[in-house]
């Protein structure tokens, strides 16, 4: 381009830029939020919508014997991992958690069976009896066997620089889990048609949510479609789980072919979900007497469950 033409263009997305900067911007979903007209995922409805529940393990560690339905299944939608169409996976960083139990289950509350009904009262009401051989858990990370990822940061001379410390202040310290509370549980709504889906929830992450769909449903990338509704908090909670929950409503509507609603109510939010990690902190750091840090030895041992 011509360089006058190019100052005048630089010129002009300066005077653009320098009405924004520093003042006040109306956020889009502001005014519908304040006055109480924004729908959330559990304010949609559709004809012939189901309402979904998820059937959680109650045991740590075990083996699925068997299942019982104590009610009549006529007008159920029933989903396991028999039904899957794809792969049995939650795709994300590393693909090792399966959307549902199959077979065994490796935490408490982790998803082993799908129920759907265009009632909700009878949904809520029907009963599954679990019989599990019980194994022992891991429950201490540091007797885990398994490590999902290890990193390591060095930099200098560590024991020179405890050498050079007047003091060294050592300590234990521990964290434990820290739940997100966002005021609005998670939800979704998964509309089956044209060879496809498209699912709304509140989320955070749209494109986390397409790959695990797409992995989980054995669909082509333009076949699944991901919505972001109107989302009431997150706070980093809505950023992966969303997959395992969208999933599963995908899962009952394809099955029944109609849309399909999974909220969960604030006790199962807070179980079943992601939380950040507790961890195991021990800090060793040597000083001067006149305030100098000279070397920290620092081990993080952070508890990402099963």
């Known amino acids: 381009e011509a360089p006058g033409l190019l100052r005048w263009k630089l010129h002009f997305r300066g005077r653009e830029l320098n009405r924004a900067v520093g003042r006040n911007v109306v956020r889009k979903d502001g005014a519908a939020k304040v006055a109480g ?11 012939g919508l189901l309402h979904a529940r998820t059937i959680r393990s109650a045991v740590p560690c075990g083996d ?3 299942l019982r339905f104590g009610f009549d299944t006529a007008g159920f939608t029933i989903v396991d991992a028999r039904d899957i169409p794809g792969r049995n996976v939650v795709s994300l960083i590393t693909d090792d958690q399966p959307c549902l139990a199959d077979g065994g289950v490796r935490h408490v509350a ?3 069976l799908l129920l759907a009904h265009e009632d909700r009262d009878r949904l809520l009401a029907a009963a599954v009896d679990i019989e599990y051989r019980a194994r022992e858990p891991v429950l201490d990370p540091a007797r885990s066997p398994l490590a999902f990822k290890r990193i390591a940061i060095g930099k200098g001379d560590i024991d020179e620089g405890f050498r050079q410390a007047d003091v060294i202040v050592e300590g234990e310290y521990r964290t434990g889990h820290q739940e997100h509370l966002y005021i609005e549980p998670n939800g979704m709504l998964a509309i089956p048609g044209d060879g496809g889906l498209t699912v709304m929830g509140s989320l955070q992450c749209p494109h986390y949510v397409h790959r695990a769909l797409v992995e989980l449903l054995g669909l082509p990338a333009s076949k699944v479609r991901v919505v972001q509704a109107e989302t009431g908090g997150g706070f980093g909670g809505k950023e992966e789980y969303p997959s395992m929950i969208a999933g599963h409503a995908c899962l009952l509507a394809l099955k029944s072919g109609r849309p399909v609603k999974l909220v969960y109510d604030r006790a199962e939010d807070m179980l079943a979900t992601t939380k950040r990690h507790p961890s195991v902190v021990r800090h060793r750091t040597g000083v001067t007497r006149d305030g100098r840090v000279t070397a920290m030895d620092i081990d993080v041992l952070m508890d990402g469950g099963a």
């Open 37 to 47: 007209l924004a729908r959330y995922v559990d304010d949609l409805t559709l004809p």
């Open 64 to 66: 699925i014997l068997r």
């Open 110 to 112: 982790e998803p082993i």
